[in-house]
């Protein structure tokens, strides 16, 4: 059974930067996509940045320039380094694996305030 955990969110000010990580289990291949999709209060989900086990990437328009993906395969890992954070980043932050079908972790909260 795939499972996701996440870590790595909580407040940070405008501006500030944050780094999420994303730890699967349950996985035997490594040709999978991997990635962060966040929901904000009230919003549908919508796509942060998503990557493919040969590194191509694919950004939301509204973090093009100031978000990276990456990924470690030997660990089946994914992370979102996160930079100029702005308020409406505010979300629920889910990491996402697609793998025949989408497994999705619980989320973790990443809020921009001053």
């Known amino acids: 059974q795939v499972q996701l955990v996440e870590s790595g969110g909580g407040l940070v000010q405008p501006g500030g930067s944050l780094k999420l990580s994303c730890a699967a289990s349950g996985i035997i291949s490594n040709n999978y996509r991997m990635g962060w999709y966040r929901q904000a209060p009230g919003k549908q989900r919508e796509l942060v940045a998503t990557?493919?086990?040969?590194?191509?990437?694919n950004y939301g328009d509204s973090v093009k320039g100031r978000f990276t993906i990456s990924r470690d395969n030997t660990k089946k890992s994914v992370s979102l380094e996160m930079n100029s954070l702005k308020s409406e980043d505010t979300a629920v932050y889910y990491c996402?694996?697609?793998?025949?079908?989408?497994?999705w972790g619980k989320g973790t909260l990443v809020t921009v305030s001053s």
């Open positions: 990557i493919t086990s040969g590194g191509s990437t």
């Open positions: 996402n694996v697609n793998y025949g079908r989408n497994y």
